[in-house]
């Protein structure tokens, strides 16, 4: 059954799998000041390109390419709640009473611009503001918990496999990463003790297959 709500534990788990991709990239991450805000309104002009704008020509939402961006959109916003000093109980809670999966906004656009505006402006992130954008593109909390935990394997992935050094072939066989990950979670089952392990080594096999 899908909620509306993400669960203790899920926030829980995010929160763990966060700071351990942070500390990866840089054990001292918290201390480094990172503009996480700077890489959230980034990654809005890509989901935007992905649901479509261009009034000239025809296009239509790829809504597993805009989740994906949102839920990358979702590292960024938990590396800033992780940042402030807060302790997990704290963020987990907050969490729990400000992300509700709601708009009134029928034009999702319209909502990303404000959740964009509003992270230049106060160089933080809305939770509030996120929620409406789950919402708009019918993205769930089982949704965004599942994705996420793939896409923090991917993360990890990417790292064993050269993506600081520049080594890393994001696109095999002409698709990138992103959308081998898509059809990975499709193959598994996210609730499985072992996902994490099973999509791993999925897109090792994938990326072998296709790379060498």
């Excluded at 480094?32 to 390109?49: K, M, N, P, S, V």
């Excluded at 933080?124 to 996420?148: H, T, V």
């Excluded at 994001?170 to 990950?181: A, I």
Aim: hydrophobic share 40%; charged share 25%; proline share 1%.
């Amino acid at each position: 059954m899908t909620q509306n709500k993400l669960a203790t534990q899920q926030i829980k788990t995010m929160l763990e799998l966060q700071n351990s991709m942070n500390s990866k990239v840089n054990a001292q991450w918290r201390e480094q000041g990172f503009e996480w805000y700077r890489a959230i309104w980034i990654e809005c002009g890509e989901l935007l390109d992905h649901y479509g704008w261009k009034w000239w020509k025809k296009q239509d939402p790829d809504v597993d390419q805009v989740q994906l961006e949102l839920i990358d959109i979702w590292h960024f916003g938990l590396s800033i709640l992780l940042s402030s000093g807060e302790s997990d109980e704290a963020i987990i809670a907050r969490v729990q009473q400000e992300l509700q999966i709601a708009t009134d906004e029928p034009d999702f656009r319209l909502d990303l611009e404000s959740f964009a505006a509003e992270t230049l402006n106060s160089r933080s992130f809305s939770l509030a503001s996120f929620g409406r954008l789950m919402a708009g593109i019918s993205l769930s909390s089982d949704a965004l918990y599942e994705g996420y935990v793939g896409k923090n394997v991917l993360n990890f992935f990417r790292q064993d496999h050269g993506y600081k050094t520049g080594t890393y072939v994001k696109v095999w066989g002409g698709r990138e990463d992103n959308e081998h990950l898509v059809d990975a979670i499709r193959e598994l089952d996210a609730s499985a003790p072992d996902f994490q392990t099973s999509l791993y080594q999925n897109l090792e096999e994938r990326y072998q297959a296709l790379n060498g």
